[in-house]
Every structure is written in structure tokens, then in C-alpha cells.
Nanobody, 119 residues
């Protein structure tokens, strides 16, 4: 069974930094695109950024220049480095991955980790 396990969320003051990690485990053949999404209370889930297996990245306008996505394919882990955080970044952050199983690709989500930025 495949799992995505996130870690690294928490409470930080505005201007601070946090680093999220998401590790995939299970009967995995390979991993395609990986990404981070977030959902604030009363809002829809939105894409924060994504990274291909080759390392190409894409970011939402609201985080570009402040957040950085990276991945370690050997560790099956994707990271989200968040700098210059502001209260508008407060949300539950979810990792997402397109994982190739024996029978084909399937999309998986992590359980979510809370990020709270105080003024």
C-alpha cells in the first residue's frame, strides 16, 4: 500500500521560514510529478507548486520567489522550503504525487500538515 507522509508544519511568526517534507513509501515502481497544495479555511484547495521527475518546477504567483520545491528521487521525498511567510500563507498543506504502480499510474495525497503564520 502506498502512503505519502508529511512532516514539518507548525506555527511561525510572519517573516519566518518552515520546511515541509513528504515521503512516499510502498510498492512503488516510480514517481512522476510531485506537488504541494494548500487549503485555507473556507477556501478551495489550490496548487502551491509542482516538480517533475526531471526537476522542472512550477509555482503559484502568490509564492513565487518565496517558496522552493525540491525532490530527492532516491529518498522518494519532496520538500517545500517556505521563506518570508505571511499570515495569508496559513493553511493545511498537502503533498500530491503521481505514482507508478505495477498496474499503472495513480494519484496519491498526503494527510495534510497545518502551517500557521502569526502576524
Amino acid at each position: 500500500q502506498v502512503q505519502l507522509v508529511e512532516s514539518g508544519g507548525g506555527l511561525v511568526q510572519a517573516g519566518g521560514s518552515l520546511r515541509l517534507s513528504c515521503a512516499a513509501s510502498g510498492n512503488i515502481v516510480s514517481i512522476g510529478d510531485m506537488g504541494w497544495y494548500r487549503q485555507a479555511p473556507g477556501e478551495q484547495r489550490e496548487l502551491v507548486g509542482s516538480i517533475t521527475s526531471g526537476g522542472s518546477t512550477n509555482y503559484a504567483d502568490s509564492v513565487r520567489g518565496r517558496f522552493t520545491i525540491a525532490r530527492d528521487n532516491a529518498k522518494r521525498t519532496v520538500y517545500l522550503q517556505m521563506n518570508s511567510l505571511n499570515p495569508e500563507d496559513t493553511a493545511v498543506y498537502y503533498c500530491n504525487a503521481q505514482i507508478r504502480l505495477v498496474l499503472g499510474y495513480k494519484e496519491y495525497w498526503g494527510q495534510g500538515t497545518q502551517v500557521t503564520v502569526s502576524p
